[in-house]
């Protein structure tokens, strides 16, 4: 259910290195292709993607952040939106 509303909150990386790789990832993904996936994003975290998950994603991330939780460090990230 998480998944198909776009909740991210799942996804818990251990370290604040790792969720900042993420997140770099991410920000190179939309400087070359003007956009990153919700896939794109599931491929980086070892996450299955489903083909839905192609059409939904961000053309900006600023002000994306790793946030201490219990167990290591959540993605604050924006709502995705409906990519083209």
């Known amino acids: ?11 818990v990386l251990a370290t604040r290195a790792e969720a900042n790789e993420v997140i770099d990832r991410l920000f190179d993904l ?3 292709y003007e956009q990153a ?7 980086l975290v070892g ?10 994603g961000w053309r ?5 952040q790793a946030v201490r ?8 990230l924006p709502r995705p939106e409906q990519l083209d």
């Open 69 to 76: 939780v219990g167990g290591g460090y959540l993605l604050d």
């Open 60 to 64: 900006d991330m600023r002000g994306v």
């Open 37 to 43: 996936t919700v896939s794109d994003l599931y491929d």
């Open 1 to 11: 259910m998480a998944r198909r509303n776009h909740d991210f909150d799942e996804i």
């Open 30 to 32: 939309i400087s070359k």
């Open 47 to 56: 996450l299955e993607a489903k083909f839905t998950d192609e059409k939904w």
